[in-house]
């Protein structure tokens, strides 16, 4: 996971196109190099080179995606502060599990490391209203927020396929009834989306979608064939609602940049949606060291 980041950060701080953030970003970069230097030393080795290079490989693609078209340092950055609450999520587990197990040395780093990667998300946040104004500057505002729609759908879409896997693919109760009721709330997501597209004389991207489509049903496949699904579907979800968040606080932003109130009341009531689900996630996060799960 750390592995990944670096690589992410690197290549982020060279396409983010403002002196500010992308030292911020560099500064965390050398952050890092420190929390799998600790991770190392913890370990006694240098960890996984298989998954350290599919985690690499990984991020390099999804990074070259990101980069492209007028909204990429909106999407750059939301991407960002997601996956800093997938490595919170990670390291609040891992400082569960070394608990459990009588290794306090573990447990005190991966709590020091989970709060300095919150702290990180919590910074890269205060940027979204830069980010909001680059994606005005850079296209038309009606373009902008048709394109941003489709995007919060498609996501909402991707939203749909993982919570219908992991009611299948777990047992513990709390977890199989989150995903149920997030999957009624989604559905009702979708359909408002909808209907502001048309509003807009558009329609949802069926190319998006789809490829959120694959890609929910892709890590689907992969939580059935590993071990601990329960307690990795958890952090996945609950990174998952913080990219819900991340991707409606731009939307709000946008809206008002672009003076839209009709988008702008939509996005903040999908916001609040969004946070509620992440406030019931987070929950559910503490409970998922439970391996018999």
Same mark, same amino acid.
């Given at each position: ?13 060279k396409l983010?196109?403002d ?37 690499t490989?990984?991020r ?17 950055? &939301?991407?960002?502060? #997601? ?39 919590? /910074?890269? #946040?205060?940027?979204?209203d830069?980010?909001?104004r @680059?994606?005005?500057?850079?296209? /038309? ?8 729609l @489709? ?12 919570? /219908? ?13 989150y ?6 709330? #989604? ?23 789809? %490829?959120m489509?694959?890609?929910?049903? %892709? ?9 601990? #699904? ?14 819900? &968040? ?10 008002? &940049? ?15 949606q ?16 439970? /391996?018999?799960?």
């Open positions: 996971m750390e592995q990944q980041a670096l690589v992410h950060l690197r290549l982020a701080a983010v196109r002196p500010d953030l992308s030292s911020l970003l560099s500064a965390h970069h050398a952050e890092t190099e420190c929390h799998r230097d600790a991770l190392r030393a913890e370990l006694g080795s240098s960890g996984s080179w298989p998954r350290d290079l599919a985690a490989a990984n390099l693609g999804f990074l070259g995606l990101t980069a492209m078209g007028d909204d990429a340092a909106g999407k750059m950055l &939301v991407d960002s502060i #997601t996956y800093e609450y997938f490595e919170v999520a990670a390291y609040r587990l891992l400082g569960e599990l070394a608990g459990e197990r009588g290794e306090p040395g573990v447990a005190e780093l991966a709590g020091r490391i989970a709060r300095e990667e919150k702290a990180m998300a919590d /910074r890269l #946040t205060e940027w979204l830069w980010a909001a @680059q994606a005005h500057r850079r296209s /038309r505002c009606s373009a902008s927020l048709r394109r941003h @489709q995007d919060v759908h498609a996501l909402e879409t991707q939203s749909a396929v993982l919570l /219908r896997a992991g009611s299948h693919l777990v047992r513990r109760p709390d977890l199989r009834r995903c149920a009721e997030e999957l009624k709330l #989604t559905a009702g997501q979708r359909g408002r989306l909808r209907e502001r597209l048309a509003e807009l004389d558009s329609s949802p991207s069926g190319v998006r979608s789809g %490829a489509t694959l890609a929910g049903a %892709a890590w689907g496949g992969v939580w059935g064939v590993q071990r601990y #699904t329960a307690a990795k579907l958890t952090c996945f979800i609950y990174a998952e609602r913080h990219l819900q &968040v991340a991707s409606y606080e731009l939307l709000v932003r946008e809206a008002i &940049v672009c003076g839209d109130g009709a988008t702008g009341h939509l996005a903040r009531d999908l916001l609040g969004e946070r509620g689900s992440a406030d019931r996630m987070e929950l559910l996060l503490s409970r998922a060291a439970d /391996r018999s799960a």
